[in-house]
């Protein structure tokens, strides 16, 4: 079986009574005696932005195929059979009748996901970048933390060395001066020869 995503590659080979299986086709590709032949569409398609990912069955080489993401493999009786096991389910949009309502919801999921990731540790951390995104989580977290008292929250930061000059430094200077947060600033250095 492969994962739901496929991020854990799965290839194999099934060849006159033969069934190998390896997470890299060109390890399975040396096994003495296997005849391979490379396989120049998928070249193609890997060399084609658009199509990467389109064909999740093919490899480099004709005789090796991989298993698609969210499928299980039997060999049963000389025959192989792929089974998809999972798809992700598309959920119906949301149709707010006001900004309040819109305001609302969005509050509740990010409060539901800062909540599940704070939950059970001590001290959590977060990139805070001076967008408007990281300076919600960190309200977020700190309203959650102060409540459940999981511990201190470090922010991690980049900033630049001319703070007066990059708006994204100016704007973590200020949230890393408000709230009950250890934050860590570093200026990355940049070294010419």
Not at 2 to 8: A, E, P, S, T, W
Not at 38 to 65: M, Q, V
Request: glycine share 8%; proline share 5%; net charge neutral.
């Amino acid at each position: 079986a492969r994962d739901f995503l496929g991020v854990k590659p799965f290839n194999y080979c099934f060849l006159n009574g033969l069934f190998l299986f390896c997470s890299e086709s060109r390890v399975i590709a040396k096994y003495s005696g296997l005849p391979v032949n490379i396989n120049e569409p998928r070249i193609a398609d890997s060399l084609t932005p658009h199509l990467e990912g389109y064909d999740t069955t093919s490899t480099f080489y004709k005789e090796i195929f991989r298993l698609p993401p969210a499928h299980t493999l039997e060999l049963k009786n000389g025959h192989i059979r792929l089974n998809l096991f999972w798809r992700p389910e598309p959920k119906k949009a949301n149709v707010f009748k006001s900004d309040d309502e819109c305001r609302e919801a969005l509050t509740e999921i990010l409060t539901r996901a800062v909540a599940d990731r704070c939950r059970g540790e001590k001290d959590p951390a977060l990139l805070l970048s001076g967008g408007v995104d990281s300076a919600a989580v960190k309200g977020i977290a700190q309203n959650f933390c102060k409540d459940v008292s999981c511990g201190i929250i470090h922010g991690y930061s980049g900033i630049s060395e001319d703070t007066a000059s990059c708006k994204e430094s100016r704007m973590i200077s200020v949230l890393s001066g408000s709230g009950e947060m250890m934050h860590h600033l570093y200026t990355p250095r940049v070294l010419i020869k």
